[in-house]
């Protein structure tokens, strides 16, 4: 299986580069039709190949990304199609850095779309073609994979069910060995108790054997393995704590010990983790200088005139490994105090009389947590992940929902996966908190570069509308 699987990533990394230059060959052409622009020139030629590369070069970096090479048979068209279209997106901001930084005359507007239109689309068109040939194969019996299933179980019958549901896998089952047959509740072929194992294997059918089993002793999994290796065929195993693993966990090697990590975290890596610090330092400082040295003045200047109090509020809120932090916004309440002293936290709610006028306009907007790229400058934030929340509200929520504080294992964010899909203002339902705690897992299991960008666009945009959740 892992041969294959080489075989097919090496045939869509190589087409995908073969497209891309056949596009940009033929943009050229467009291009010096258009314009008079002339190719004889040797350094002009220069200029055009070492593009071509920073364009091949951040292709492959946004597919690994994006995950459009990962598991040639596991994902669906429509995934490949989203994939791709992120993937022209970081090729438009490449070009946009060619074009604005290194002003090289030669890459011009029109090349560019021209180039990038034509590449979407040419590998769209690709990847269904591939597609349809590959379904072709398999329904004629080629490029298929025969799997015998070793065991019943919970597992087995959600993998059985899986590979029904999404045929175009090119995985078919060839019936299932158990002591008990479970035909009744199974869609596959009953073949007979674990002791018919070895006279199914040497028909020759089977590629792949997948071993499924609860609460079976090692020595008889073992003895199940040990036949298997005696036939040229591919062994795998369900493990049985299958229904405490997510859908992005990962197998790894710790020196000579496969380890199982439950939930794959892509910012544990480091590249990644400099890349998003990297971004999150050049966003801040692009931001402080070119719109809050105007914006907090003015807001500043606003917010004393229409109420008593300072400028700006500061509360104590848990950031990366429950970590406390000092978050920062702008002032959007009028101070209350008892006679003991400051009131007891309690979240805003619609109408709340504490909010002023000005105050109002802040939390709709948002306007009132831009004070906290100040935290993403000091390494206590990120411009994108899982909302901060109260000290109050952490300890009350960490027994009450569950798995609350995994969400605390990458830095809090100004916005988040959870806040564009609209689970934002008061928390005081426990089921609307537990789906804002489900969607910032999802952020951390899924981040890529990308994605962030997704959700800073979408952000903006719901700032210019009216958010019902934002009081």
Same mark, same amino acid.
Not at 352 to 366: A, E, Q, W, Y
Not at 422 to 442: A, P, S
Not at 455 to 470: C, E, F, V, W
């Given at each position: 299986?892992?041969?294959?699987?080489?075989?097919?990533?090496?045939?869509?990394?190589?087409?995908?580069?073969?497209?891309?230059?056949?596009?940009?060959?033929?943009?050229?052409?467009?291009?010096?039709?258009?314009?008079?622009?002339?190719?004889?020139?040797?350094?002009?030629?220069?200029?055009?190949?070492?593009?071509?590369?920073?364009?091949?070069?951040?292709?492959?970096?946004?597919?690994?990304?994006?995950?459009?090479?990962?598991?040639?048979?596991?994902?669906?068209?429509?995934?490949?199609?989203?994939?791709?279209?992120?993937?022209?997106?970081?090729?438009?901001?490449?070009?946009?850095?060619?074009?604005?930084?290194? =002003?090289?005359?030669?890459?011009?507007?029109?090349?560019?779309?021209?180039?990038?239109?034509?590449?979407?689309?040419?590998?769209?068109?690709? =990847?269904?073609?591939? @597609? #349809?040939?590959?379904?072709?194969?398999?329904?004629?019996?080629?490029?298929?994979?025969?799997?015998?299933?070793?065991?019943?179980?919970?597992?087995?019958?959600?993998?059985?069910?899986?590979?029904?549901?999404?045929?175009?896998?090119?995985?078919?089952?060839? /019936?299932?060995?158990?002591?008990?047959?479970?035909?009744?509740?199974?869609? @596959?072929?009953?073949? +007979?108790?674990?002791?018919?194992?070895?006279?199914?294997?040497?028909?020759?059918?089977?590629?792949?054997?997948?071993?499924?089993?609860?609460?079976?002793?090692?020595?008889?999994?073992?003895?199940?393995?040990?036949?298997?290796?005696?036939?040229?065929?591919?062994?795998?195993?369900?493990?049985?704590?299958?229904?405490?693993?997510?859908?992005?966990?990962?197998?790894?090697?710790?020196?000579?010990?496969?380890?199982?990590?439950?939930?794959?975290?892509?910012?544990?890596?480091?590249?990644?983790?400099?890349?998003?610090? @990297?971004?999150?330092?050049?966003?801040?400082?692009?931001?402080?200088?070119?719109?809050?040295?105007?914006?907090?003045?003015?807001?500043?200047?606003?917010?004393?005139?229409?109420?008593?109090?300072?400028?700006?509020?500061?509360?104590?809120?848990? /950031?990366?490994?429950?970590?406390?932090?000092?978050?920062?916004?702008?002032? #959007?309440?009028?101070?209350?105090?008892?006679?003991?002293?400051?009131?007891?936290?309690?979240?805003?709610?619609? @109408?709340? #009389? !504490?909010?002023?006028?000005? /105050? !109002?306009?802040?939390?709709?907007?948002?306007?009132?947590?831009?004070?906290?790229?100040?935290?993403?400058?000091?390494?206590?934030?990120?411009?994108?992940?899982?909302?901060?929340?109260?000290?109050?509200?952490?300890?009350?929520?960490?027994?009450?929902?569950?798995?609350?504080?995994?969400?605390?294992?990458?830095?809090?964010?100004?916005?988040?996966?959870?806040?564009?899909? /609209?689970?934002?203002?008061?928390? +005081?339902?426990?089921?609307?908190?537990?789906?804002?705690?489900?969607?910032?897992?999802?952020?951390?299991?899924?981040?890529?570069?990308?994605?962030?960008?997704?959700?800073?666009?979408?952000?903006?945009?719901?700032?210019?509308?009216?958010?019902?959740?934002?009081?």
């Amino acid at each position: 299986m892992n041969a294959f699987r080489t075989f097919y990533y090496m045939v869509k990394v190589a087409s995908d580069f073969a497209l891309i230059c056949i596009c940009f060959y033929v943009s050229l052409i467009l291009c010096q039709l258009k314009t008079d622009l002339t190719l004889s020139f040797p350094h002009v030629r220069a200029i055009y190949v070492v593009f071509l590369v920073a364009m091949c070069l951040s292709w492959y970096i946004s597919a690994r990304m994006t995950g459009l090479y990962d598991e040639f048979r596991s994902r669906s068209r429509v995934f490949e199609v989203q994939a791709l279209a992120k993937n022209c997106v970081a090729l438009f901001l490449v070009s946009i850095f060619f074009i604005f930084v290194f =002003k090289i005359e030669p890459i011009n507007q029109f090349l560019i779309v021209v180039f990038l239109f034509s590449t979407f689309v040419a590998l769209v068109i690709w =990847k269904i073609l591939f @597609a #349809s040939i590959m379904r072709l194969l398999r329904r004629k019996g080629h490029n298929l994979r025969n799997v015998l299933l070793v065991g019943f179980s919970r597992n087995s019958l959600k993998f059985v069910d899986n590979l029904v549901e999404h045929p175009y896998l090119g995985y078919r089952i060839v /019936g299932f060995l158990d002591d008990v047959d479970h035909s009744d509740d199974f869609c @596959a072929v009953y073949l +007979g108790p674990l002791a018919q194992l070895e006279t199914e294997l040497g028909k020759g059918e089977v590629d792949e054997v997948l071993i499924a089993m609860d609460k079976t002793p090692e020595d008889k999994i073992l003895e199940i393995v040990e036949t298997c290796e005696q036939f040229p065929v591919m062994v795998r195993m369900v493990p049985g704590s299958f229904n405490y693993l997510s859908s992005r966990c990962s197998i790894s090697l710790f020196r000579d010990f496969p380890v199982i990590t439950i939930r794959r975290n892509p910012l544990d890596e480091l590249q990644w983790r400099f890349i998003k610090r @990297a971004f999150d330092i050049a966003f801040s400082i692009c931001f402080l200088v070119l719109v809050a040295s105007w914006m907090f003045p003015l807001l500043s200047i606003i917010i004393r005139l229409t109420s008593l109090g300072p400028v700006f509020f500061r509360q104590e809120r848990w /950031g990366k490994k429950n970590k406390r932090i000092i978050c920062y916004k702008f002032r #959007s309440m009028f101070l209350e105090k008892s006679a003991e002293g400051a009131l007891p936290f309690r979240q805003a709610t619609p @109408a709340d #009389s !504490r909010v002023t006028p000005i /105050g !109002r306009i802040l939390r709709k907007t948002n306007l009132d947590e831009l004070p906290q790229f100040v935290n993403v400058l000091l390494g206590e934030m990120s411009v994108v992940g899982p909302r901060p929340h109260p000290t109050p509200l952490n300890i009350q929520s960490s027994g009450e929902i569950n798995k609350y504080l995994l969400r605390h294992i990458i830095k809090p964010g100004i916005t988040g996966w959870a806040q564009i899909h /609209g689970f934002r203002g008061n928390t +005081g339902n426990h089921e609307l908190m537990q789906k804002r705690v489900e969607h910032d897992i999802w952020y951390i299991e899924n981040w890529t570069f990308l994605l962030d960008m997704h959700i800073i666009i979408l952000t903006l945009l719901n700032m210019l509308k009216k958010d019902g959740n934002a009081y």
